[in-house]
């Protein structure tokens, strides 16, 4: 019972440890791992300069209600993207339901 308690432990900390990083919009959620974060020395997570939409467009989709009949109904679906302090830039879409 001790071993895997122990086990179960050093799985824990071993996920909180080298768990990778994930992006959320602009925001860095994650642990980092190694470097300094002052002055430019070291590894720094790489800032988001700036977001902006490329494309908007209205679209009409269908959903069915429980009796089997097709609702229609209007979204507007937006792409948006985010270029980083490093170059690296990536593009993203929304959809807002009306």
Known sequence: MKKLILTAAIVVAGFFTFAPTAEAGGLRIGVHIGGHGHGGHGHCSPRLIRTYEICRRCETRYRYDRCGRKIRFHVTVVTYK?????????????????
């Open 82 to 98: 985010s270029v980083y302090s490093n170059g690296y830039s990536r593009t993203f879409t929304r959809t807002f339901y009306s």
